[in-house]
Protein backbone atom coordinates (compact mmCIF):
# COMPACT_ATOMS: atom_id res chain seq x y z
CA UNK A 1 0.00 0.00 0.00
CA UNK A 2 0.61 3.25 -0.79
CA UNK A 3 0.45 6.83 1.14
CA UNK A 4 0.89 10.26 0.50
CA UNK A 5 1.41 13.19 3.00
CA UNK A 6 1.18 16.89 3.00
CA UNK A 7 2.32 18.39 5.62
CA UNK A 8 0.93 21.75 5.03
CA UNK A 9 -2.53 22.19 4.88
CA UNK A 10 -2.04 25.92 3.96
CA UNK A 11 0.37 28.02 2.92
CA UNK A 12 -0.10 31.96 2.53
CA UNK A 13 2.82 33.81 0.86
CA UNK A 14 3.15 37.09 -0.52
CA UNK A 15 3.27 37.35 -4.24
CA UNK A 16 6.59 37.46 -6.13
CA UNK A 17 7.91 35.57 -3.11
CA UNK A 18 9.23 32.18 -2.97
CA UNK A 19 7.20 28.86 -2.19
CA UNK A 20 7.78 25.37 -1.55
CA UNK A 21 4.88 23.02 -1.22
CA UNK A 22 5.77 19.97 0.82
CA UNK A 23 4.92 16.17 -0.02
CA UNK A 24 6.37 12.95 1.53
CA UNK A 25 5.16 9.12 0.06
CA UNK A 26 5.56 6.06 1.29
CA UNK A 27 5.43 2.98 -0.85
CA UNK A 28 7.08 -0.28 -1.01
CA UNK A 29 7.46 -0.74 -4.39
CA UNK A 30 9.01 2.07 -6.96
CA UNK A 31 6.31 4.65 -7.79
CA UNK A 32 5.46 7.59 -10.21
CA UNK A 33 4.92 10.93 -8.71
CA UNK A 34 2.65 13.77 -9.76
CA UNK A 35 1.46 17.22 -8.63
CA UNK A 36 -1.88 18.80 -9.80
CA UNK A 37 -3.25 22.13 -8.99
CA UNK A 38 -6.98 22.44 -8.72
CA UNK A 39 -8.70 26.28 -8.93
CA UNK A 40 -12.23 26.96 -7.35
CA UNK A 41 -14.55 24.24 -8.83
CA UNK A 42 -12.28 22.57 -11.41
CA UNK A 43 -11.29 19.47 -12.03
CA UNK A 44 -7.11 18.53 -11.56
CA UNK A 45 -4.92 19.92 -13.93
CA UNK A 46 -1.27 18.35 -14.06
CA UNK A 47 1.48 20.56 -13.05
CA UNK A 48 4.22 18.08 -13.59
CA UNK A 49 5.19 14.27 -13.29
CA UNK A 50 8.06 12.28 -12.37
CA UNK A 51 8.63 8.54 -13.85
CA UNK A 52 12.21 8.16 -14.08
CA UNK A 53 15.91 9.70 -14.89
CA UNK A 54 16.55 13.11 -14.04
CA UNK A 55 15.32 13.87 -10.25
CA UNK A 56 14.18 17.76 -10.96
CA UNK A 57 11.68 17.79 -12.93
CA UNK A 58 9.90 21.20 -14.36
CA UNK A 59 6.72 21.86 -14.73
CA UNK A 60 3.97 24.42 -16.13
CA UNK A 61 3.70 27.75 -14.86
CA UNK A 62 6.99 27.92 -13.53
CA UNK A 63 6.58 25.03 -11.17
CA UNK A 64 9.85 22.36 -10.60
CA UNK A 65 9.71 19.92 -7.86
CA UNK A 66 12.96 17.54 -6.70
CA UNK A 67 12.38 13.86 -6.51
CA UNK A 68 14.21 12.39 -3.42
CA UNK A 69 14.24 8.97 -2.94
CA UNK A 70 16.42 8.47 0.71
CA UNK A 71 13.88 11.00 1.67
CA UNK A 72 11.24 9.83 -0.15
CA UNK A 73 10.00 13.56 -0.72
CA UNK A 74 8.79 15.17 -3.80
CA UNK A 75 8.64 18.52 -2.66
CA UNK A 76 6.95 21.33 -5.51
CA UNK A 77 8.95 24.68 -5.30
CA UNK A 78 8.50 27.94 -7.87
CA UNK A 79 11.06 31.29 -6.96
CA UNK A 80 8.51 33.70 -7.87
CA UNK A 81 4.72 33.69 -7.36
CA UNK A 82 1.85 35.14 -8.89
CA UNK A 83 -1.52 36.15 -7.44
CA UNK A 84 -3.02 33.47 -10.05
CA UNK A 85 -0.91 30.66 -8.43
CA UNK A 86 -3.50 30.71 -5.58
CA UNK A 87 -5.44 27.28 -5.21
CA UNK A 88 -5.49 23.80 -4.11
CA UNK A 89 -2.09 21.77 -4.80
CA UNK A 90 -2.02 17.71 -4.59
CA UNK A 91 0.40 15.48 -4.34
CA UNK A 92 -0.06 12.11 -5.82
CA UNK A 93 1.56 8.42 -6.33
CA UNK A 94 1.13 5.14 -8.30
CA UNK A 95 2.64 2.71 -8.09
CA UNK A 96 5.07 1.71 -11.35
CA UNK A 97 4.09 -1.06 -14.14
CA UNK A 98 0.69 -1.67 -12.84
CA UNK A 99 -2.65 -0.02 -13.41
CA UNK A 100 -3.41 0.89 -9.87
CA UNK A 101 -5.44 3.88 -9.06
CA UNK A 102 -3.40 7.34 -7.55
CA UNK A 103 -3.32 7.87 -4.11
CA UNK A 104 -3.70 11.82 -3.18
CA UNK A 105 -2.57 13.31 -0.13
CA UNK A 106 -4.78 15.87 1.82
CA UNK A 107 -3.78 18.89 -0.35
CA UNK A 108 -2.34 22.46 0.60
CA UNK A 109 -3.95 25.70 -0.16
CA UNK A 110 -1.57 28.20 -1.91
CA UNK A 111 -2.97 31.50 -0.78
CA UNK A 112 -0.57 34.72 -2.52
CA UNK A 113 -1.15 37.58 -1.60
CA UNK A 114 -0.79 41.60 -2.77
CA UNK B 1 -3.13 16.82 -24.43
CA UNK B 2 -6.04 14.64 -23.84
CA UNK B 3 -9.45 15.76 -22.56
CA UNK B 4 -12.08 14.64 -20.21
CA UNK B 5 -15.19 16.07 -20.38
CA UNK B 6 -18.39 16.33 -17.72
CA UNK B 7 -21.76 16.43 -17.83
CA UNK B 8 -23.53 18.32 -16.18
CA UNK B 9 -21.52 20.71 -14.33
CA UNK B 10 -23.70 21.56 -11.70
CA UNK B 11 -27.09 19.91 -11.15
CA UNK B 12 -29.78 20.69 -8.10
CA UNK B 13 -31.95 17.87 -7.70
CA UNK B 14 -34.66 16.76 -4.78
CA UNK B 15 -34.31 13.71 -2.29
CA UNK B 16 -34.95 10.77 -3.93
CA UNK B 17 -34.24 11.40 -7.31
CA UNK B 18 -31.18 10.12 -9.17
CA UNK B 19 -28.91 11.98 -11.10
CA UNK B 20 -26.83 10.83 -13.88
CA UNK B 21 -23.74 12.47 -14.54
CA UNK B 22 -21.22 11.35 -18.08
CA UNK B 23 -17.81 11.33 -18.37
CA UNK B 24 -16.52 11.76 -21.64
CA UNK B 25 -12.68 11.23 -23.24
CA UNK B 26 -13.03 13.31 -26.18
CA UNK B 27 -9.35 12.84 -28.18
CA UNK B 28 -8.60 9.17 -26.60
CA UNK B 29 -9.59 6.04 -26.20
CA UNK B 30 -9.83 5.34 -22.05
CA UNK B 31 -10.50 1.45 -20.91
CA UNK B 32 -10.50 2.80 -17.68
CA UNK B 33 -11.68 5.72 -16.28
CA UNK B 34 -11.73 6.50 -11.96
CA UNK B 35 -14.72 8.22 -10.21
CA UNK B 36 -13.92 10.79 -7.29
CA UNK B 37 -15.85 12.51 -4.56
CA UNK B 38 -14.59 15.08 -3.07
CA UNK B 39 -16.14 17.07 0.22
CA UNK B 40 -15.16 20.78 0.57
CA UNK B 41 -11.59 21.96 1.94
CA UNK B 42 -10.38 17.77 1.10
CA UNK B 43 -9.13 15.75 -1.23
CA UNK B 44 -10.35 13.26 -3.34
CA UNK B 45 -11.80 9.97 -2.69
CA UNK B 46 -11.80 7.51 -5.28
CA UNK B 47 -14.80 5.78 -5.35
CA UNK B 48 -14.94 3.39 -8.20
CA UNK B 49 -12.85 2.40 -11.23
CA UNK B 50 -14.58 1.77 -14.41
CA UNK B 51 -13.09 -0.48 -17.04
CA UNK B 52 -14.57 -0.59 -21.09
CA UNK B 53 -16.82 -3.77 -21.24
CA UNK B 54 -16.77 -4.73 -17.35
CA UNK B 55 -18.25 -4.16 -14.56
CA UNK B 56 -16.99 -1.20 -12.16
CA UNK B 57 -14.79 -2.63 -9.00
CA UNK B 58 -15.57 -0.30 -6.04
CA UNK B 59 -13.80 1.14 -2.68
CA UNK B 60 -14.32 -0.08 0.41
CA UNK B 61 -17.43 1.72 1.88
CA UNK B 62 -19.14 3.06 -1.77
CA UNK B 63 -22.41 1.33 -1.80
CA UNK B 64 -22.56 -0.04 -5.65
CA UNK B 65 -26.30 -0.27 -5.52
CA UNK B 66 -26.51 3.76 -4.57
CA UNK B 67 -23.69 4.82 -7.24
CA UNK B 68 -24.31 2.60 -10.43
CA UNK B 69 -21.72 3.09 -12.73
CA UNK B 70 -21.53 2.07 -16.63
CA UNK B 71 -18.96 1.88 -18.94
CA UNK B 72 -20.46 1.24 -22.15
CA UNK B 73 -17.72 2.55 -24.77
CA UNK B 74 -14.59 3.07 -24.79
CA UNK B 75 -15.22 7.22 -24.41
CA UNK B 76 -18.06 7.40 -21.79
CA UNK B 77 -18.61 6.19 -18.36
CA UNK B 78 -21.63 7.31 -16.53
CA UNK B 79 -21.99 7.75 -12.43
CA UNK B 80 -25.68 7.44 -11.80
CA UNK B 81 -26.72 8.48 -7.85
CA UNK B 82 -29.74 7.45 -6.93
CA UNK B 83 -32.05 7.98 -4.67
CA UNK B 84 -29.88 10.82 -4.08
CA UNK B 85 -30.16 12.36 -0.39
CA UNK B 86 -28.73 15.82 1.20
CA UNK B 87 -25.42 13.48 2.29
CA UNK B 88 -24.69 12.60 -1.44
CA UNK B 89 -24.26 16.42 -1.87
CA UNK B 90 -20.62 16.94 -2.97
CA UNK B 91 -18.09 17.76 -5.94
CA UNK B 92 -17.36 14.55 -8.36
CA UNK B 93 -14.94 14.69 -10.43
CA UNK B 94 -14.10 11.62 -13.42
CA UNK B 95 -10.84 10.91 -14.28
CA UNK B 96 -9.01 8.76 -17.69
CA UNK B 97 -5.86 6.82 -18.82
CA UNK B 98 -4.94 6.85 -21.86
CA UNK B 99 -3.64 3.49 -22.62
CA UNK B 100 -1.32 4.39 -24.96
CA UNK B 101 1.10 6.21 -22.41
CA UNK B 102 2.63 3.78 -20.86
CA UNK B 103 2.27 5.32 -17.04
CA UNK B 104 -0.52 6.04 -15.09
CA UNK B 105 -1.39 9.38 -15.93
CA UNK B 106 -4.98 10.32 -15.57
CA UNK B 107 -6.88 12.73 -17.53
CA UNK B 108 -9.22 14.54 -15.32
CA UNK B 109 -12.66 16.23 -15.99
CA UNK B 110 -13.70 19.32 -14.71
CA UNK B 111 -15.95 18.48 -12.19
CA UNK B 112 -19.46 17.92 -11.47
CA UNK B 113 -21.09 19.78 -8.14
CA UNK B 114 -24.40 18.13 -7.16
CA UNK B 115 -26.92 19.20 -4.25
CA UNK B 116 -29.34 17.63 -3.45
CA UNK B 117 -32.22 19.30 -1.39
Known amino acids: AQSVTQLDSQVPVFEEAPVELRCNYSSSVSVYLFWYVQYPNQGLQLLLKYLSGSTLVKGINGFEAEFNKSQTSFHLRKPSVHISDTAEYFCAVSERGSARQLTFGSGTQLTVLP | GAVVSQHPSRVICKSGTSVKIECRSL??????MFWYRQFPKQSLMLMAT?????????EQGVEKDKFLINHASLTLSTLTVTSAHPEDSSFYICSARDPGMGYNEQFFGPGTRLTVL
Open chain 2, 27 to 32: DFQATT
Open chain 2, 50 to 58: SNEGSKATY
